[in-house]
């Protein structure tokens, strides 16, 4: 079959129709797409760019579920130790409570009394305070040691050598020692009871019997020596030995171990009371750092954690590594309560095992806090980095977006200039065909 001839306008004219109508077809698919470029053909550079941007904005898009889990993991951890340090502090407050119970077992003596009822006749004072202004040594002067009584015109005295300028005295309580040594002269009972009550060791006070009491500060049993002497070093020998204690109504003895005022091995109710409480949160301690944990990781059982950051690998890699503690009461320095004296344990009924619990409860918020404050930092740089993250992957989005993604105003314009050229060149060819059909008119 003979092809069919076209004239050169209808041919021209059904050209611009045809790549008029391609051109539509492209436009469509980039409306239709929402990319201007569609594959390695439309733009090779664009495509395979935002290729790679689009799978590396993927990948760490993928980082962040990890680093999410990373987060609370580590928040996981943080709370348990806001619980623990909440538990700690309770067990303060029960020791506070053991401590403020006035402690029945305390060491206390009253010596034989130092005033008489003869002297309170010829005094017009009461026996306290005959007892509290007696001289310690022999106000007549000289080596006498006979104690004088107190009369109208005399305080009276408690017969130490006035040759012994110095006084001391030495009081042992546990592990703790307080001697010290001052001028006889002029000194009164009211001196040496100041000068007790300064130690920190233990305390004095003169009743209405004329009495001097000596108690000491905690539970241990107190050695208490008084004594005189030429000088401050012999003084300070001499209370050693109690040289002067039966001059103050006490024996020698009192001053030495064998013979220390000892408690009345009374156990208190009170502070046996408190030891369920106290080991029970002890235990709630190691109870709260176990459920710490978030998707199998517990940084308060030495679990370590790492987050990774970006999407390469070897030395390129960035993360971030947490090596958790084990945390237990144990740890912490909280040992548990008993009723006894037991190396490792803290007796409730001892003052200074009572201290010593007190101040390492006080290292142990210490460690909590030091705890919670690298691990505070580490959560600040996780989320530091989830943050990136999401905007890095973002930008790289973006950024692919630019090179491939088709303006739908833009194309929009551009179909509707096409349509309208697509019009005119349907009615430019439909004027070349009449104009051939102009010529048949000419054999008609």
């Known amino acids: 079959m003979a092809n069919t001839i076209l004239s050169s306008g209808v041919r021209n004219n059904l050209l611009t129709l045809q790549q008029t109508t391609a051109q539509q077809s492209v436009i469509q698919n980039r409306l239709a797409t929402g990319k201007k470029v569609n594959s390695a053909i439309d733009n090779p550079v664009n495509y395979f760019t935002a290729l790679s941007l689009n799978d590396r904005s993927s990948q760490l898009t993928g980082l962040l579920d990890g680093i999410s889990n990373g987060i609370q993991t580590i928040q996981a951890a943080s709370k348990g130790i ?5 538990l700690v502090q309770s067990l303060q407050s029960t020791v506070k409570q053991a401590q403020a119970d006035a402690a029945q077992n305390r060491p206390t003596k009253a010596g034989t009394a130092l005033a008489t009822a003869a002297e309170t006749a010829v005094t017009s004072k009461s026996l306290k305070d005959i007892a509290l202004d007696k001289h310690v040594t022999d106000i007549t002067g000289g080596t006498a040691t006979t104690a004088d009584a107190a009369t109208a015109t005399s305080s009276g005295d408690l017969g130490i050598a006035s040759t012994d300028t110095n006084l001391a005295i030495s009081i042992t309580s546990g592990s703790n020692t307080y001697t010290a040594s001052f001028s006889s002269a002029n000194a009164t009972v009211r001196d040496v009871v100041n000068e007790i009550n300064k130690s920190g060791v233990a305390t004095a006070f ?39 204690n039966t001059a103050f109504g006490y024996l020698a003895a009192d001053a030495t171990a064998a013979g220390a005022i000892k408690g009345q091995s009374i156990t208190s109710s009170v502070r046996s009371n408190l030891i369920d409480q106290y080991n029970d949160l002890r235990n709630k301690i190691d109870d709260l750092a176990k459920d710490s944990s978030f998707n199998g990781v517990n940084l308060l059982q030495g679990d370590r954690l790492s987050i990774q950051f970006n999407e390469k690998t070897g030395k390129n890699q960035t993360k971030l590594d947490i090596q958790g503690s084990t945390l237990t009461a144990d740890n912490l320095g909280i040992s548990q309560a008993i009723n006894t004296q037991l190396a490792g344990f803290v007796n409730f009924q001892n003052d200074a095992d009572l201290d010593k619990a007190t101040a390492a409860l006080t290292g142990a918020l210490t460690s ?7 691990l505070g930092s580490n959560l ?5 980095r989830q943050d990136f993250t999401k905007e890095l992957a973002n930008v790289l989005t973006t950024g692919a ?21 697509q019009q005119l060149s349907q009615t430019a060819l439909s004027l070349a065909n009449q104009a051939d059909q102009g010529v048949l008119r000419l054999f008609g």
């Not at 806001?82 to 909440?86: L, V």
């Not at 909590?368 to 690298?374: A, D, E, G, I, R």
């Not at 600040?380 to 530091?384: F, G």
């Open 368 to 374: 909590l806090k030091s705890l919670s404050s690298t």
């Open 206 to 244: 003169v009743d209405e019997k004329g009495q001097l009491n000596v108690k000491g500060n905690g539970s241990d049993d107190v050695q208490f020596g008084i004594g005189s002497g030429t000088s401050a070093a012999a003084a300070v020998t001499a209370a050693g030995t109690g040289s002067a």
């Open 380 to 384: 600040s740089v996780a989320q530091t």
């Open 401 to 421: 977006g630019n090179l491939v993604l088709a303006d739908p105003n833009e194309e929009g314009a551009s179909l509707l200039a096409l349509n309208t050229r």
């Open 82 to 86: 806001d619980g623990i340090t909440k």
